[in-house]
């Protein structure tokens, strides 16, 4: 889920302290907090089958990958010459190098793939914005998983703010990764999202 922070209790900050106010709400909350399109977006922590589709995905991608790219959870990418523009996405493939960089923003231009799996109380507006920013930003492959339909698309080719070219497909059906990363991944064993065992816990009178 991504929350973007404006309300009548916490108003909406002004662009010039975007990134301090990330940085303390990170801190207080331990959310992860991007902020795309001047926006603050806030990211609960994720369910048991986020995290295992986010898991199955690694170890498949990270076993095929070419020689010189891994793949890394909690890397974030700016726009660029923006870095105060940010996105964490759940799964990014990066030269190698970036494990001996200082910097925490990876540039956008160096990611072969990013791959955002949506979370279960996400809205369609939010999606879009956020692939609109991997568009902009120059990434040049975004995988888009959601367990609340069982489905994927496959973003490729930016340009002028928007991805040209859309594949969609549902779990089962394995997701073409292009070049450089050339092989294909398997969805079938991806979970769908349903109702937490615990949501409810203490409603009861």
Known sequence: ????????????????????????????????????GGKLVMSPTPCGKHVGVVSQLRQQIGTDLPEGLGAYEVSSIALPEDPDDYVTPDLIVLPMEWEDDDDWLAAPEDAALAVEVISQSEKSREI??????????????????????????????????????????????????????????????????????????????
């Open 128 to 205: 879009r914005d956020k692939a609109d920013w991997y568009a902009v930003a120059g990434v040049a492959v975004l995988l888009v998983v959601d367990p609340r339909k069982g489905t994927w698309a496959l973003h490729t080719h930016p340009d002028n703010g928007a991805y040209r070219d859309v594949l969609p497909g549902k779990f089962g059906e394995p997701v073409p990764l292009p070049p450089p990363l050339g092989f294909e991944v398997a969805t079938d064993r991806f979970p769908l999202y349903g109702d937490s065992p615990r949501a409810g816990r203490g409603t009861r009178s």
């Open 1 to 36: 889920m991504a929350m973007p922070w404006g309300s009548r209790t916490h108003p909406r900050p002004s662009p010039g302290n975007l990134r301090e106010i990330a940085e303390r709400v990170e801190g207080a909350t331990g959310l992860r907090v991007e902020i795309v």
